[in-house]
């Protein structure tokens, strides 16, 4: 089986930075993509950025020029490097990732999510 665990949410002022981890494990032949979902209360889960091994990393805009996705393939880890956060980015985020587990199809697998507030 593949599990991915977050960590490295919070309270944050505006203004303030966190980073998001992200480690995936299990019986992984090969990873496709990672990046992270958020949802706020009462709003649609939002794709925030994600990367595609061999392609480029897509970023929602507006989280553009604020946010950095980046991969660590060798340990099957993604980060999220948020930086002049806003109130409007408290959400729950969440870690999903497209996988090809051994002996098994490719599957979308997703973090239970880790909360991140902003505020004064």
């Known amino acids: 089986q593949v599990q991915l665990v977050e960590s490295g949410g919070g309270l944050v002022q505006p203004g303030g930075s966190l980073r998001l981890s992200c480690a995936a494990s299990?019986?992984?032949?090969?990873?496709?993509?990672m990046g992270w979902v958020r949802q706020a209360p009462g709003k649609e889960r939002e794709l925030v950025a994600a990367s595609t091994t061999g392609s480029s990393t897509d970023y929602a805009e507006s989280v553009k020029g604020r946010f950095t996705i980046s991969r660590d393939d060798a340990r099957n880890m993604v980060y999220l490097q948020m930086n002049s956060l806003k109130p409007e980015d408290t959400a729950v985020y969440y870690c999903n990732a497209q996988i090809k587990a051994w002996y098994a199809d490719e599957y979308e697998y997703w973090g239970r999510g880790t909360q991140v507030t902003v505020s004064s």
């Open positions: 299990g019986n992984i032949f090969t990873v496709k993509r």
